[in-house]
């Protein structure tokens, strides 16, 4: 095997060890936060709060 195959393995390790953080961190963020706070408009609201400040300085 050459160069290139050892750096496709490692490509598609480094792949599926991102994929498993996604997933473990998804299921650790369900668990710990209601569906309620997880759809809230609150990001929103910062975000307003953010770009009016902006605005006025």
Known sequence: MDLWNY????????????????????IKTDSTYSEEF???SRE??????????HHRG
Do not use: D, K
């Open 38 to 40: 997880l759809t809230s």
């Open 44 to 53: 929103g609201e910062l975000e307003a709060l953010t770009e009016e400040q």
């Open 7 to 26: 750096l496709e393995y490692a490509a598609w390790g480094a792949s599926a060890l991102f994929g498993l953080f996604i997933v473990l961190n998804w």
